[in-house]
């Protein structure tokens, strides 16, 4: 059977009624247990803001507490520092100073080094200019030749720029020696060995035929023994690795080049060398130097033998004289001494017995 619209009308509104006073009977326990769990929490949250007042409280005061600490280090650590900034101030202003005047002194020394090398680049292409020609290159031969004979020899032991009279060759050196010239050429085929440094072994053969060449040259022009020349001649080098590169240089058909130059009577001599054969040829110079000496002294002492014996023959015939006249001076002495007696007798009134020798002499004139 159905239920009609009503009554389910009312059946819903009855159980709407229900569920509305169930739940405010709900609502107000609730409510009621709310309240009750809202205080406990306002004592609970009451009690733990007190809590943590205090310990924010404690806390304030240990950290004002530490602060003041860390503030008064901080003050000492601060004047500390000051000192110390002091300090580190000066020692970097000192250092900055002993720096400054450092790069001061290397800018001067990079000033002074960059003049020395600017000199020592124009001297090099002066060098290089004047070993450009070989009239220029001879004479700097010449230069060193000359201060080699003035460090080594007295000045008229040597010449330079000599000229034979019988030829009109012109020598750059020559060495007296006694009554011999020793003839010294400072010329040199330096342009030979130059190619020689710059190529190597394959112009060795041009250095080669220059010496031969230079050194017949030497032998033809120097050495004359009619011009009271000894029988050889000096060919001065005046470098000692060209020296060396002559004494190491030898070919197949001529062999040594030294040995060639000796041939010639020709004789190599680097500027070492020669200084020491100027040393030998000073220490024979005074050698001659003390035999004419010698030579005088005995000269001297002939003169001093021969006046010492007419010297001899004056002094015997002085002695004569002497002796003759101590003779006569005692014949007188007696004389006088007789007729001094005799004048005593007569002063006394007493006639001598015999008349003095002087008297009778006299009466009989």
Same mark, same amino acid.
């Given at each position: ?7 389910? @009308? ?25 309240? =009750?769990?809202?205080? #406990?929490?306002?004592? &609970? ?28 280090? @901080?003050?000492?650590?601060? +004047? ?6 002091? *300090? ?6 000192? !250092? ?5 005047? =450092? ?8 000033? $002074?080094?960059? !003049? ?10 002066? @060098? ?15 230069? +060193? ?5 003035? %460090?080594?020899?007295?000045?008229? =032991? ?13 020598? %750059? ?17 330096? #342009? ?33 023994? %009619? *011009? ?29 080049? #030294? ?13 070492? &060398? ?19 000496? +010698?030579?005088?002294?005995? +000269? ?29 001076? #005692? %014949? ?20 001598? $017995? ?12």
């Amino acid at each position: 059977m159905l239920m009609s619209p009503v009554v389910w @009308l009312a059946a819903g509104a009855l159980g709407i009624v229900v569920v509305a006073l169930m739940l405010r009977s709900a609502s107000r326990r609730s409510e009621t247990q709310l309240s =009750a769990v809202r205080q #406990e929490m306002q004592s &609970s949250l009451a009690a733990q803001l007190q809590a943590v007042a205090g310990q924010l409280n404690h806390l304030m005061q240990s950290v004002t507490q530490q602060l003041g600490q860390v503030r008064q280090e @901080l003050m000492t650590g601060v +004047a500390s520092t000051g000192q110390l900034n002091a *300090e580190a101030q000066r020692d970097v202003a000192n !250092q900055l100073k002993s720096s400054t005047e =450092a790069l001061a002194q290397m800018h001067q020394k990079v000033g $002074e080094l960059q !003049q020395t090398s600017q000199d020592l680049s124009k001297a090099t292409q002066t @060098l290089q200019s004047v070993l450009g020609g070989a009239k220029t290159r001879g004479s700097l031969g010449e230069i +060193a030749l000359e201060g080699l004979l003035a %460090d080594a020899l007295p000045q008229p =032991a040597y010449a330079t720029q000599y000229r034979f009279p019988s030829t009109g060759a012109i020598v %750059d050196a020559i060495v007296r020696t006694g009554d011999r010239l020793l003839p010294i050429d400072s010329k040199f085929p330096l #342009e030979a060995y130059r190619r020689l440094t710059e190529e190597g072994n394959d112009a060795r053969r041009d250095f080669s035929v220059a010496v031969r060449k230079h050194a017949d040259s030497i032998a033809d022009k120097y050495i004359l023994p %009619d *011009e009271h020349t000894f029988d050889y001649a000096l060919m001065f080098v005046p470098s000692e690795s060209v020296y060396y590169e002559l004494l190491m240089t030898e070919d197949s058909k001529h062999g040594r080049l #030294e040995e060639y130059c000796r041939a010639k009577r020709v004789f190599p001599v680097s500027p070492n &060398s020669f200084f020491a054969f100027l040393g030998a040829i000073a220490v024979s110079l005074q050698g001659q130097k003390i035999e004419e000496g +010698a030579r005088h002294l005995v +000269a001297s002492l002939a003169g001093v033998t021969k006046q010492v014996g007419t010297f001899a023959e004056v002094y015997e015939k002085l002695g004569n004289h002497l002796r003759h006249a101590q003779q006569s001076y #005692e %014949d007188a002495d007696s004389k006088l001494s007789r007729a001094r007696n005799s004048l005593e007798q007569m002063s006394q009134g007493v006639l001598p $017995e015999t008349a003095p020798k002087v008297l009778e002499s006299g009466s009989s004139e």
